[in-house]
């Protein structure tokens, strides 16, 4: 019967494979437009323009730069622009809340240069609003510790994109986008989790019950794996697919565990469903990256421990979580 069920779904996951997992959308995703505003002291801004844009050549580096403006009066605002960014020494970056810039509706990050550690806000700043951000000097390294994630969250929709015309934010992005993914993997083993517990739903559903979360799972990596490289400049295609398949097929026996620990344990068992879902899709979206990134696959010790640390970390969020619910129940 493992065998048939086996063999069934690596039918599901090739039929996925073959229609392209949506690849038409991920390429639609990676050309979406954006804009990015840069304001405050001229040579900062153009030493952040030159960081911003480094990594790119001939018509990749007019495409990128196109996304990338210095502010002027004629600046208006636009659905595509994400972010203003106002830097320029500490003591001079007072004017980043003027009423020209918030007219913009956009978020505003605030970098001073010459800060005496680097900080930022816990969050990027909504359309309209102000975030502080000091760095010690500017540099990549510096922008890195809190302006650059945030950018990327504030780009939100258009991350894919953002990676694929400046290389300096791909490795966050991917980061991103791989949290995204595993957040929804965990949505589906734990929805999936919970109708293995209600006897009337699992006997409605049957084997879709047992094997859609396996199948969405799968597909969802699929896309993920995709974006990713069409984050770091890559045109997603078959043959290079198959390169990757062997990172979902640790996967797929992660998922088949959860699966297995769902159905034979009460329901305490679906946060350890939920988490075997999000750590296997940490591994396949890191996993990529560091293909791209090394030119050769993690190693399996490397995939077990960055899988069994991930595990482990979201099993104890999700117990804080279910610990936290029960109090206030009580």
Not at 76 to 86: G, H, M, N, Q, S
Not at 88 to 96: E, H, L, M
Not at 119 to 125: D, K, L, M, N, V
Not at 206 to 226: F, K, P, R, W
Request: glycine fraction near 12%.
């Amino acid at each position: 019967m493992a065998a048939n069920f086996a063999s069934a779904l690596g039918a599901d996951v090739m039929k996925m494979v073959r229609k392209g997992v949506d690849m038409h959308g991920v390429r639609a995703h990676a050309q979406l437009p954006f804009r990015i505003v840069l304001a405050g002291d001229p040579a900062a801004v153009s030493r952040l323009r030159s960081l911003l844009l480094a990594g790119n050549e001939g018509e990749r580096l007019a495409e990128a730069a196109r996304c990338v403006e210095t502010y002027s009066a004629g600046c208006v605002a636009t659905r595509e622009l994400k972010a203003v960014i106002y830097i320029g020494a500490v003591d001079q970056v007072g004017d980043a809340g003027s009423l020209e810039l918030r007219a913009l509706h956009a978020p505003i990050f605030a970098v001073g240069i010459g800060a005496m550690a680097a900080r930022g806000p816990e969050r990027a700043p909504t359309p309209g609003e102000v975030g502080n951000y000091g760095i010690t000097e500017l540099s990549e390294e510096g922008l890195r510790v809190h302006v650059f994630p945030q950018l990327v969250r504030a780009a939100r929709g258009v991350e894919v994109a953002l990676g694929r015309r400046l290389p300096i934010l791909r490795d966050l992005v991917a980061t991103k986008i791989t949290q995204d993914a595993a957040k929804n993997a965990v949505k589906i083993a734990v929805a999936s989790g919970l109708v293995d517990h209600v006897p009337i739903l699992g006997i409605a559903l049957g084997a879709v019950a047992s094997a859609g979360d396996t199948v969405a799972i799968t597909g969802l990596q699929i896309a993920l794996m995709m974006q990713i490289e069409a984050t770091y400049g890559r045109d997603p295609d078959f043959k290079r697919l198959w390169e990757l398949l062997p990172i979902i097929g640790g996967g797929l026996g992660w998922r088949t565990l959860a699966r297995e620990l769902s159905g034979f344990m009460p329901v305490a068992g679906v946060p350890i469903k939920g988490a075997i879902a999000y750590a296997g899709t940490i591994v396949v979206g890191e996993g990529v990256s560091f293909l791209i990134a090394h030119g050769r696959p993690m190693s399996k010790e490397q995939a077990s421990q960055l899988y069994a640390r991930t595990k482990n970390d979201a099993l104890q969020a999700g117990k804080n979580l279910f610990g936290r619910f029960r109090s206030r129940e009580s």
